[in-house]
């Protein structure tokens, strides 16, 4: 089994520093339907500054919304000894995320 280590840090960093296109563009229609001012306006254009931050620097949008955890699904035959020892050497490097590793019995996700 090769070492994946690098592809799981990578898919934790694109998962905290960018969204979907289609909830980014609705995050964008909704700021014009709120008036000039207004809390909501203002939140909206936090947030939106936030994702824009976040893209540009690869940084977390957003550190207070909970732990990510992905469920991740491995072909039968993988140790599951080192692919938890590979999930569990990006602690402390993937922003507290959490990642379990369930073997996928040739299911199609």
């Known amino acids: 089994m090769r070492d994946l280590t ?5 898919l934790i960093r694109r998962t905290s520093s960018s969204l979907p296109p289609d909830v980014e563009k609705r995050l964008r229609e909704s700021i014009e339907k709120e ?3 207004s809390a909501a306006r203002g939140a909206l254009e936090t947030i939106l500054k936030n994702i824009d931050l976040s893209r ?15 469920y991740v699904h491995y ?9 938890k020892a ?13 990642l379990y ?3 996928c019995c040739g299911c199609h996700l």
């Not at 690098?6 to 990578?10: K, R, T, V």
């Not at 949008?61 to 990510?68: L, M, S, V």
């Open 6 to 10: 690098n592809e799981i840090l990578e």
């Open 35 to 37: 008036e000039p001012g």
């Open 56 to 70: 540009a620097n690869s940084t977390p949008i957003c550190q207070d919304t909970g732990t990510p955890i992905f």
């Open 75 to 83: 072909p039968l035959g993988w140790s599951t000894i080192k692919l």
């Open 86 to 98: 590979q999930i569990r050497a990006c602690d402390g490097r993937s922003h507290q995320t959490v």
């Open 101 to 103: 590793a369930t073997e």
